[in-house]
Structure formats: C-alpha cells, structure tokens
T-cell receptor
C-alpha cells in the first residue's frame, strides 16, 4: 500500500526562525511529489517536484526531492505568523491511477 | 477563474437523513476528486472521475456513499443514510492532465458536514 509519512506532526517556533518539514514516501511507480499549505479552508498548492536534486523556490519557501532516499523537505526561512498552517505532502504515481496519496500533515505554529 | 466551487459550505443534519454535497470543477479540468478530511485520518480519497467517468471508487467507505458526475461541470456526493461517523470536511478537487503537462490538484473550500 502506498504510504506518505510527514514529520514532525506539529512544530511551534518563534517569528524569524527557520523550519524544515519532512516528507518520506513508499509508493510504487513514483511520478511527482507535491506540497500544499492548508490554513482554515482548502489546501493551496505550493510546489510540485518531479526530479531529484532540483530545488524549487518561492520567496522564503523552498523544497527539494531526493528520489534515491525517497523523501522531500520543505524549508521556510525567516518565518512569519502568517506561515502558521498545516503543511501537507502528497505523492502521485505513474500508471493508470491519478490519485494523490496525502500524508497527515505537519501543523506549524509561528508565535510572534 | 472562480476555482473549484462547493456547496453547501456547512451542513448539519440528523442521523438517518440524506445528504448531498455539490461540486463545480475548474473549467477545462478533466479529473475530479472527492476527498474526506478528519483529524484522525487526514485527507482520504473517496472517488475520482476522468472525463465524467468514475475511475476508482475504492475509497468510498460503504454503500451509503455514492457519487455522480452527469457532466463536465458538476458532480455530487451523496450519503444516504448519514451517520455521526460521517462528520468530516469533504473536499472536491480538480486537475488537468495533458500529455505533457500535469497541473496540481486545485481544491474547493470544502463542505463541513456534521451529523448529529
């Protein structure tokens, strides 16, 4: 069965800190890994990673994928209170299925 | 683009009643997904459609759940009869899968269902 595991489950930091969120996966026929941010409503898309070793960056957020070790990290530098959210990792596989398998998320709280 | 639109935003019903959740995907997207989110289990895929055809419904918990997609711009998820354990946030999501480009999944704002 395809599995996505995120760690830590929750994290509390102070504004200005740098955080690293982890996502490991065990899936057959990996195609892509995606990161989402979920505040109070719908998850919103952050990054899609398909190739190993290529960093994707958007402002203070960045992410990288290691297909050999089967994991990805999401880094947030100089955290702000607006970064408080649940960060979800999901994997999509090759082949006939188009479904995304989600991890349970990391709840990040950034205190002022 | 208005994004994925779900209705209602909140639904409170009594055990045994029928519940119908609605979704309008983003225009041009050829895949539509229904997810359920709870604290205990996270986001679970219930069913997904490709070009209005159900492809994988292995996540539908039991026969009380059914989903339809009569056309490219509308889908429903029905629970009949509803039970308290169905209480969750139900998300609809859509994406486009072309031959050389894959868009990420775009979520609606969800329907928070409470069954008393």
């Amino acid at each position: 069965e395809d599995k996505v595991v995120q760690s830590p489950l929750s994290l509390v930091v102070h504004e200005g800190d740098t955080v690293t969120l982890n996502c490991s996966y065990e899936v057959t026929n990996f195609r892509s890994l995606l990161w989402y941010k979920q505040e109070k409503k719908a998850p919103t898309f952050l990054f899609m990673l398909t190739s190993s070793g290529i960093e994707k960056k958007s402002g203070r957020l960045s992410s990288i994928l290691d297909k050999k070790e089967l994991f990805s990290i999401l880094n947030i530098t100089a955290t702000q209170t607006g970064d408080s959210a649940v960060y979800l990792c999901a994997v999509i596989t090759q082949g006939g299925s188009e479904k995304l398998v989600f991890g349970k998320g990391t709840k990040l709280t950034v205190n002022p | 683009d208005a994004g994925v639109i779900q209705s209602p935003r909140h639904e409170v019903t009594e055990m045994g009643q029928e519940v119908t959740l609605r979704c309008k995907p983003i225009s041009g997207h050829d895949y539509l997904f229904w997810y359920r989110q709870t604290m205990m289990r996270g986001l679970e895929l219930l069913i997904y459609f490709n070009n209005n055809v159900p492809i994988d419904d292995s996540g539908m918990p039991e026969d009380r759940f059914s989903a339809k997609m009569p056309n490219a711009s509308f889908s429903t998820l029905k629970i009949q009869p509803s039970e308290p354990r169905d209480s969750a946030v139900y998300f609809c999501a859509s994406r486009f899968r072309g031959s050389s480009y894959n868009s990420p999944l775009h979520f609606g704002n969800g329907t928070r269902l409470t069954v008393t």
